[in-house]
C-alpha cells in the first residue's frame, strides 16, 4: 500500500519542493534519541542512524537532527562512546536506546556533497553522559488504528498523561 494516496500523490508532482532546515548553532544541548538503527548508504558502507531531540525547555527544544556513525574499525570508538554515554550495553537493540539521554555537542560545518555544496550542516562532534535534570519521557504519538479517521493519535482516553 502506497504512502501517499492518490490525491497526495498528485499533489506532490506540483508541490514546490522544500531543501530543508537551517543549522541549529554550535553548542552544548541536552537531547533525547529517538530513533537508532543500522544503515546502509548507497555505496554499501554500514553505520548507526541516530536521530536527536533536543529537549523542551531549552532553546531549539523540539528540534530534530540525525548523524550517521560509521561501523568501520577505525570509527567504533565512536560508536562506543554514544553507548557509554547512553549507559547502555552493546547488545542493546533500538527499544532499549530510545528515550535515553545525553548532552549532544553541535557544529555547523559547510556540506560538501556536490549538490549541496557550501550549505550549512550540523555535525555531531561528541556526546557525553547527562547528568542534568530528568528530562521528560519521550515517546512518539501512537497511531491511531482507525485509518479512517484524521485524527493521528489515539483518543480512547481522557486522561491528560496520555497527550504527551
Known amino acids: 500500500m502506497s504512502i501517499l494516496n492518490e490525491d497526495e500523490q498528485q499533489a506532490a508532482q506540483t508541490a514546490e519542493e522544500f531543501g530543508g532546515f537551517e543549522a541549529i548553532p554550535a553548542g552544548k544541548y541536552a537531547c533525547q534519541l529517538t530513533e537508532f538503527h543500522r544503515h546502509t548508504s548507497g555505496t554499501g558502507s554500514e553505520s548507526l542512524k541516530n536521530v536527536w531531540r533536543i529537549a523542551d525547555g531549552q532553546k531549539y527544544g523540539g528540534r530534530l537532527f540525525f548523524n550517521y556513525s560509521s561501523l568501520k574499525p ?9 553507548f557509554t554515554a547512553l549507559g547502555a550495553s552493546f547488545d542493546a537493540d ?5 528515550g535515553r539521554s545525553a548532552w549532544v555537542t553541535l ?17 555531531v562532534k561528541m556526546v557525553q553522559k547527562y547528568d542534568g535534570a530528568p528530562l521528560p519521557a519521550y515517546q512518539s504519538a501512537p497511531l491511531n488504528a ?5 485524527i493521528p493519535f489515539s483518543t480512547d482516553s481522557d486522561s491528560e498523561e496520555d497527550l504527551v
Not at 533500538?94 to 530510545?98: G, I, K
Not at 482507525?146 to 484524521?150: F, M
Open 94 to 98: 533500538e527499544a532499549d536506546m530510545v
Open 74 to 82: 577505525e570509527f567504533l570508538g565512536n560508536v562506543k562512546g554514544i
Open 107 to 123: 557544529s555547523i560545518e559547510a556540506d560538501t556533497r556536490p549538490d549541496h555544496l557550501g550549505e550549512r550542516q550540523n555535525r
Open 146 to 150: 482507525d485509518p479512517d479517521s484524521d
